[in-house]
């Protein structure tokens, strides 16, 4: 059974960090790429980064882009985000998924997990 299980949220001032983890099972994670995406009440899902099976390469929006990284442990078979200078626009619940392709396209992703809240606040 393919499940994703994203952790590590939370709640953090403005300027602060946070890394969230996505540990996978029922499959190998270095076979796919691996996504990571948010959304805000009111708001549409936005795609923030996805890294690449192939090379471990890393695609990021322009949003999060110098601010965030995305990583992988295939011993551990868990995909991180770091995510560094957070500001009150990022606070949504983020979600991470799984894809065959190196896209952003949500439609392409697979499997997803159940999320995690990041809430930026003072």
């Known amino acids: 059974q393919v499940q994703l299980v994203e952790s590590g949220g939370g709640l953090v001032q403005p300027g602060g960090s946070l890394r969230l983890s996505c540990v996978a099972s029922?499959?190998?994670?270095?076979?796919?790429?691996i996504g990571w995406f948010r959304q805000a009440p009111g708001k549409e899902r936005e795609g923030m980064s996805y890294?690449?099976?192939?090379?471990?390469?890393?695609y990021y929006a322009d949003s999060v882009k110098g601010r965030f990284a995305i990583s992988r442990d295939n011993a551990k078979n868990t995909v991180y985000l770091q995510m560094n200078s957070l500001n009150a626009e990022d606070t949504a619940t983020y979600y991470c998924a799984v894809t065959n392709l190196a896209t952003m396209d949500p439609d392409e992703y697979d499997y997803w997990g159940q999320g995690t809240q990041v809430t930026v606040s003072s």
């Open positions: 890294i690449r099976r192939s090379d471990g390469s890393a």
């Open positions: 029922g499959f190998t994670l270095d076979y796919y790429a």
